[in-house]
């Protein structure tokens, strides 16, 4: 039974740059959350996409923007990237949009120079 | 809001160390209550959960009590290993407007010595 995935591991950018990260659920979850984790720091909400929808957002700026495809998995894409982007950025699956538990990915490591 | 507070780290113990770290959390509502762990250079793991008053999850030798009176959520383990060493967050979901986003701690950093 495959885990959450996340493609790249790691990527490093420009500022100004956009760039792409990519999830695929555990198997059976049809519920995707992203978050970032700066050095140091717990992980901070950035988004949740269930039924092809964003269903809830945490305190992150327009430049970062989502999608879920109909196979469940997702993207992430951040725009005109600041040096404070720099984070691991990780991915979490679920069934359902309510309180189950949430699996995660490895994460990618985005570092924005 | 919703948070979560944690102990500051790091908690350096010896092998078969008994290990405390404290959770204590602020959420309207009845939040499920989490334990992750994240060793270095990985993403996070679920190590045990809690979903209502007086529960107690458990996995691994590492336990947790849900308690409500208290808003609390302390993690315990009875002897540490070398191989416990890692970053742990506490995390809440599902406390007012909050469904499905986990709110985590600053994370406690655990290192054990042989």
């Known amino acids: 039974d495959a885990g959450v995935t996340q493609s790249p591991t790691h990527l490093i950018k420009t500022r100004g740059q956009q760039v792409t990260l990519r999830c695929s659920p555990k198997s059976g979850h049809d519920t995707v959350s992203w978050y970032q984790q700066a050095l140091g720091q717990g992980p901070q909400f950035i988004f949740q996409?269930?039924?092809?929808?964003e269903r809830q957002r945490g305190n992150f700026p327009d430049r970062f923007s989502g999608h879920q495809f109909p196979n469940y998995s997702s993207e992430l894409n951040v725009n005109a990237l600041l040096l404070g982007d720099s984070a691991l950025y990780l991915c979490a699956s679920s069934w359902g949009a309510g309180q189950e538990t949430q699996y995660f990915g490895p994460g990618t490591r985005l570092l924005v120079l | 809001g919703d948070s979560v507070t944690q102990m500051e780290g790091p908690v350096t113990l010896s092998e078969e160390a008994f290990l405390t770290i404290n959770c204590t959390y602020t959420a309207t509502g009845y939040p499920s209550l989490f334990w992750y762990v994240q060793y270095p250079g990985e993403g996070l793991q679920l190590l045990l959960k809690?979903?209502?008053?007086?529960d107690k999850g458990s996995n691994k030798g590492f336990e947790a009590t849900y308690r409500k009176e208290t808003t609390s959520f302390h993690l315990e383990k009875g002897s540490v290993q070398v191989s416990d060493s890692a970053v742990y967050f506490c995390a809440l979901s599902g406390g007012s407007g909050n469904t499905g986003k986990l709110i985590f701690g600053q994370g406690t950093t655990l290192q054990v010595k042989p």
């Open positions: 809690a979903t209502k008053a007086d």
């Open positions: 996409y269930y039924e092809e929808e």
